[in-house]
């Protein structure tokens, strides 16, 4: 259950709405997805998490897929259902097929794994790997 109002567009201020009409623009869509209703409740903050996710997010050295794997990835790190699923689906659309988001999946796990052994024993960073000492 969300802390704030999902908000529709009627519910919504003409600072939200602005941001609303710019999302279906730029997706080519009329769905405004509940991540973006719950921002709107702090249009000042829902601009602002727009536009930086558009820099973030749009096109640089990294490949759209690639982009939305990781996110994936630090998604499920940090337990956020919503985003999983979000961009699971944005993921997709850009062309994941099951054979990448299982591998994806197996890649999340190991360093899971990885992670939580290497902290359990503190393993000291080998200097090669340290940028001072490389």
């Known amino acids: 259950m969300a802390v704030v109002p999902i908000l529709s567009d009627a519910e919504a201020g003409a600072e939200a709405l602005a ?17 973006w209703r719950a921002l709107a409740a702090d249009p000042a903050l829902l601009r602002a998490t727009w536009d ?10 990294l490949d ?12 499920v790190a940090n337990g956020c259902s919503y985003c999983i699923h979000s961009h699971t689906a944005a993921a997709r ?9 299982g591998e994806l999946l197996a ?28």
């Open 52 to 61: 930086r996710l558009q820099a973030v997010m749009g096109p640089g050295t």
């Open 107 to 134: 890649v999340i796990a190991m360093a899971a794994q990885t992670n939580a052994l290497a902290t359990a024993l503190q393993v000291p960073v080998d200097e090669r790997f340290d940028v001072k000492g490389g």
């Open 93 to 101: 659309a850009k062309g994941m097929t099951e054979a990448q988001h």
């Open 19 to 35: 941001v609303f009409d710019d999302i279906r623009t730029k997706r080519q869509t009329d769905y405004v997805n509940n991540f």
């Open 64 to 75: 759209p897929l690639v982009k939305e794997m990781i996110y994936v990835a630090v998604s």
